[in-house]
């Protein structure tokens, strides 16, 4: 990617962080700030903020023990700048006391950045107390998703952070935005003449998005209990992907711009009804700590998204992300439609046409499918693919680079206030009034209804890792 622009205001001079002892924070939030003090990027104090009854001492050892269990030989001497700029400030979060505290540890700053790795119920106590004690003017806050729990919470949750933090100064972080594969999507995208005279509804069939995992909850069933896989990664993971894929060509590569054109993306989505989704469930899921008996809530879900556009009326979008699934890969495949004639009559090509894959984990990659003719007489042929596999060592992880452009006013990778309606309000209907979860055995692509979602002769396109190997259709 070319480099991102400065466009709000001066860097920062303080990272504060609220839930500094949680979980966030040792497995991610500390890597991030270790690897941006190893790049040089950080050399300002930081600020955690928690309720643990802790102390300055036992914060750090806190610290060295997320960073050496992320990179178990760790640089040293950036491991030791970044400890000797923590400063801690324990205390409840509705304690006036708490935040005169941060002020004072804030002596000196002016433009501090204030990330709430937090429940999302505290947000709006914390980001008021930051008005109350004047800690708001000058500064930024990163919020960690999720942004709401449907379209009434996320406008409520909106609105409480705009009545201290202009909309420029909010960051709205969703870790999957910062992976470097997603934003060669962009690029990729814009970057190659040759896809714009295909990439529209007269020659697209249909596009795939897959979100697979091969594990379960992980200790999160009380959380997921809570949310589900709707919620947990296709409303914002997944709907990011498709606005990525979708947008038309933005004016520049300014956060205003790239902004504005996601978001008409998703103010484009039809509406989900009931018949568009299918929820899944893996069996074993309500024996689990912390799930209800008789829980409805999904770990798969499958859609079909409408995108009513010039560029893709009546072309169909498929989504699906499940838990628990035959491998762990994020893919996507645009199907491209048949030849307008069938010159080799021999052939029963189906659904096998022509395709472009992009696959953002485990091992990123793009790859062209090309029917090519088989040796012998006759004109018989099969599907070959043009891999490009792209690793690149030394990477930025995501929370690297997500928290190194919120320090720098950088906006682009994160999401606005209207994104987050639009696609709240894509899904809304059907966070309530939706059937019941349909049960599948672990190791399976998730429930068999869910092919129903596709039209003939498609069928969805599974992931396959296998070196060399391509996309392979369901059986």
Not at 134 to 153: C, H, Q, Y
Not at 162 to 190: C, M, Q, T, W
Not at 278 to 283: D, I, S, T, Y
Not at 433 to 459: K, Q
């Amino acid at each position: 990617m070319p480099d991102r622009e400065n466009e709000a205001g001066p860097l920062a001079d303080a990272v504060v962080f609220f839930g500094a002892t949680g979980d966030l924070a040792h497995k991610q939030i500390f890597p991030a700030l270790y690897g941006l003090t190893k790049r040089g990027m950080l050399d300002v104090p930081v600020v955690g903020v928690a309720r643990s009854g802790w102390d300055l001492e036992r914060f750090r050892l806190y610290a060295r023990d997320a960073v050496e269990q992320s990179e178990p030989a760790p640089d040293q001497g950036a491991l030791d700048r970044l400890l000797g700029r923590l400063r801690y400030v324990d205390g409840d979060y509705g304690d006036t006391s708490t935040f005169l505290a941060l002020k004072d540890a804030l002596t000196g700053v002016h433009h501090p950045v204030h990330y709430l790795a937090i429940p999302p119920s505290l947000f709006g106590l914390v980001v008021t107390s930051l008005g109350a004690a004047g800690l708001a003017d000058g500064s930024r806050v990163i919020i960690e998703k999720p942004f709401g729990r449907d379209l009434a919470s996320a406008r409520h949750l909106n609105a409480s952070v705009r009545a201290v933090f202009p909309e420029e100064s909010i960051f709205r972080i969703d870790h999957f935005l910062g992976k470097e594969a997603v934003e060669n999507l962009l690029y990729v995208r814009f970057a190659n003449s040759f896809l714009e005279p295909i990439w529209n509804r007269n020659q697209i069939a249909n596009v795939q998005i897959t979100m697979a995992e091969d594990f379960g909850l992980q200790g999160r069933e009380k959380f997921y209990e809570g949310v589900g896989c709707l919620r947990d990664v296709v409303e914002n993971h997944l709907f990011q992907v498709v606005s990525l894929l979708a947008m038309e060509p933005p004016s520049s590569l300014s956060s205003t711009a790239l902004r504005h054109e996601t978001a008409r993306v998703m103010r484009s989505l039809v509406p989900l009804q009931p018949s568009d989704l299918v929820r899944g469930q893996f069996a074993g899921y309500r024996d689990l700590p912390g799930v209800a008996g008789d829980s409805d809530v999904e770990t798969y879900c499958a859609l079909r998204l409408t995108i009513d556009s010039w560029r893709w009326a009546g072309v169909p979008w498929y989504l699906r992300a499940g838990k628990r699934l035959p491998l762990t890969a994020t893919e996507i495949v645009v199907q491209f439609k048949g030849p307008p004639t069938r010159l080799f009559q021999s052939e029963n090509v189906g659904g096998d046409t022509n395709y472009l894959r992009l696959r953002i984990a485990p091992h990123p990659a793009i790859a062209l499918a090309a029917r090519v003719k088989t040796h012998g007489q006759g004109f018989a042929g099969e599907q070959r693919e043009l891999l490009l596999q792209d690793t690149q060592s030394d990477e930025q992880t995501a929370y690297e680079r997500l928290i190194g452009d919120a320090m720098a006013g950088r906006s682009m990778l994160f999401t606005s206030e209207e994104t987050v309606e639009a696609a709240w309000a894509a899904v809304d209907a059907t966070l309530r009034n939706h059937e019941r979860v349909e049960p599948y055995e672990p190791g399976s692509w998730g429930p068999v209804s869910a092919n129903d979602l596709l039209d003939p002769p498609s069928g969805w396109h599974n992931p396959v890792l296998a070196a060399g190997a391509g996309a392979g259709h369901a059986a």
